[in-house]
């Protein structure tokens, strides 16, 4: 049975970084595309980030420069570096795998100005 299980979060100051992880319990290639989500609080979920099993990368557009997602195979462990962290990026960060369909059940970053 396949699980996610995102670490990393916390509170950081604006301007500042961190790498949230999203650990999975099989092989990564086995669930094609990863994605990062995130969620702030009274809002809908929101797409962040994804990587194909094929290794390519794409962004939403209020992301791009700042967040890099990445891999480690031998890991089975998918990361997003953030960088440049505002006060908006605070919310629940969530990975999601493909094939199947499964979602980790977030990690809390919190911006503070």
């Known amino acids: 049975q396949v699980q996610l299980l995102e670490s990393g979060g916390g509170l950081v100051q604006a301007g500042g970084s961190r790498r949230p992880a999203c650990a999975a319990s099989?092989?990564?290639?086995?669930?094609?595309?990863m994605h990062w989500y995130r969620q702030a609080p009274g809002k809908q979920r929101k797409w962040v980030a994804t990587?194909?099993?094929?290794?390519?990368?794409n962004y939403a557009d209020s992301m791009k420069g700042r967040f890099t997602i990445s891999r480690d195979n031998a890991k089975n462990t998918v990361y997003l570096q953030m960088n440049s962290l505002k006060p908006e990026d605070t919310a629940t960060y969530y990975c999601c795998s493909t094939l199947p369909t499964r979602w980790g059940q977030g990690t809390q970053v919190t911006v503070s100005s």
């Open positions: 099989v092989t990564l290639f086995k669930l094609n595309a």
């Open positions: 990587m194909t099993s094929g290794g390519s990368t």
